[in-house]
């Protein structure tokens, strides 16, 4: 299908999620709200940092890969490698220091809503879902400050043993410290250059470091927890993500095994009653495998109905699953790296038994759905399309304030190279007979196990920021697709 036919539809699918959102009663939206300190990295920026810790120290670190900021020089080298890369990454620090290192040597330039789960609660608020059920378990006064001022917007509290909804601002824990993450954005083309080295940025991304003070738990009130069937009735599915936050050990003697279990025992009984209710898990990028691991395996694998991830992600999945080879060829440089997503998604998919797995990309976006999944594979277009739309809109304004703003994505053009990307794709489908060109044209493939969705997608030249759109991209199409089914539970009784 050309661009312009492309084009045509994303502005079809668009008005036709649109007019269905407010079919759904309401989302669940756990764990992680955090403020984000948005930093954009100049040329002047990066060269002061690695003047101040050492241009020599930085190099050594670089090859050592921290996967922890303990101190300056970690942190200074994962953002050289991360600019170097032009990859997006997320690295914990456990220390204060950090982020006073940087408060004495840096000026943020912007502080927003952070965190996966506080990024969706307000898209979707903004969206106007009916309902949308936030819950952070450190709801500082700061943070209930970001949640955006919307009578759709709610968080559950537990008043005399009975749950109640009100808006975080109304909710919060006086004695809560807030979370604070910096975010460092760079662009395309940032030169950079020390001791001896000397590279140029290739693309627009983001190095977070994320900050993980004693206190941050993965976790719930047990009266809060009793009373989540009384939400159900409420809510038609749940977006859950900040797992990454787990650690192996606590200083308490709890270790990740009991955070693993509370986590399964919450989707359990989220479902309770509603076996209907779909649970996306975003997931994100992991420094520890063990964790990395034990989210897929433990919590995901076949308690989540939906993954949302982005590439690197993707090789980072399937390294922990034993796929070493196909990981290392999503992040190869070469034609293979599209095709390797392709199967890759597929693993993922069928070994985690999930009912779709949702890989988005600079410029195209892959979906592998289960067969037995009620909804079509135009429909599930529809979906991708719908929050291509959303996260061009995002890059475009840096938010997304109401519905009508999300469509001003639709004035965003469809990226040329992701159209043109796909077609390695289509060849290697092709010759492995998974289907014929046509079928793939139009980005919607009845496989043999597995349905699959491609779309080429809308790119913004210079995006304000990068931060949670993939966040955006993700609560998009899931919620579009429970507006879906909803639509379709209701003719299916009509009839
Ligand atoms: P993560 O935050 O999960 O890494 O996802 C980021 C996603 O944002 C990418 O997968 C890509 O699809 C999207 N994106 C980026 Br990065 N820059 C964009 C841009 N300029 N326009 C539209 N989408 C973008
Ligand atoms: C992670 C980070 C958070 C950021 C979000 C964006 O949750 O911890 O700081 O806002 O990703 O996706």
């Not at 953002?79 to 990859?87: Q, S, T």
């Not at 940087?102 to 502080?111: G, P, Q």
């Not at 993450?181 to 662009?187: A, H, L, P, R």
């Amino acid at each position: 299908m050309d661009i312009d036919e492309w084009e045509k539809r994303y502005s079809m699918a668009f008005s036709s999620i649109s007019e269905i959102l407010d079919n759904i009663n309401g989302v669940f939206v756990a764990y992680n709200s955090n403020v984000d300190a948005i930093k954009h990295v100049s040329e002047k920026d990066i060269h002061k940092l690695i003047s101040i810790v050492g241009a020599k120290a930085v190099q050594q670190k670089v090859t050592e890969y921290p996967r922890e900021i303990q101190d300056p020089v970690d942190l200074v080298a994962r953002l050289v490698i991360a600019m170097r890369d032009g990859k997006a990454a997320e690295v914990p620090t456990y220390t204060a220091d950090t982020h006073k290192w940087l408060m004495d040597n840096m000026v943020f330039d912007k502080a927003r809503m952070g965190g996966q789960a506080g990024i969706i609660s307000n898209l979707l608020s903004n969206l106007g879902v009916n309902n949308v059920i936030t819950y952070v378990p450190w709801l500082s006064k700061e943070q209930a400050e970001y949640f955006v001022d919307a009578p759709n917007l709610k968080y559950p509290v537990i008043e005399n043993g009975v749950l109640r909804l009100k808006h975080p601002h109304d909710a919060y824990d006086v004695n809560q410290l807030p979370k604070i993450n910096w975010i460092f954005e760079f662009s395309k083309g940032t030169k950079v250059e020390y001791d001896g080295e000397i590279f140029e940025v290739p693309r627009d991304n983001r190095l977070i470091i994320s900050s993980r003070p004693p206190w941050l738990r993965i976790d719930m009130s047990e009266q809060l927890y009793d009373q989540i069937p009384h939400m159900n009735g409420m809510i038609d599915g749940a977006i859950l993500s900040g797992y990454q936050m787990i650690k192996e050990k606590y200083e308490d003697g709890t270790t990740y095994h009991d955070y693993v279990k509370k986590a399964v025992d919450v989707i359990k009984r989220l479902k309770e009653g509603s076996p209907d209710m779909r649970i996306h898990v975003e997931f994100t990028s992991i420094q520890n495998k063990v964790i990395r691991r034990t989210i897929l395996k433990d919590i995901v694998h076949k308690h989540a109905s939906s993954l949302g991830l982005d590439t690197v992600e993707v090789a980072n999945a399937l390294n922990v699953l034993g796929h070493e080879e196909l990981a290392y060829a999503v992040i190869s440089k070469g034609e293979n790296s599209i095709s390797a997503l392709y199967e890759g998604a597929v693993k993922l998919l069928c070994e985690l038994k999930l009912e779709r797995v949702h890989i988005h990309s600079l410029g195209f976006y892959i979906c592998v759905a289960s067969k037995d999944f009620p909804l079509t594979v135009e429909e599930h277009r529809d979906a991708l399309m719908f929050s291509s739309t959303l996260a061009a809109a995002q890059a475009l304004h840096g938010d997304i304030g109401s519905l009508e703003e999300g469509g001003t994505g639709l004035g965003v053009p469809i990226s040329e190279r992701g159209h043109d990307d796909l077609e390695q794709l289509e060849k290697y489908l092709v010759r492995r007979d998974v289907c014929t060109g046509t079928e793939f044209e139009d980005g919607c493939v009845c496989a043999l196990n597995h349905d699959l969705i491609v779309i080429p997608t809308k790119v913004v030249q210079d995006p304000v920021a990068t931060v949670g759109i993939g966040d955006t991209i993700s609560a998009g199409a899931f919620a579009a697709i429970l507006a879906m089914i909803r639509k379709k539970g209701a003719e299916d009784r009509g009839s």
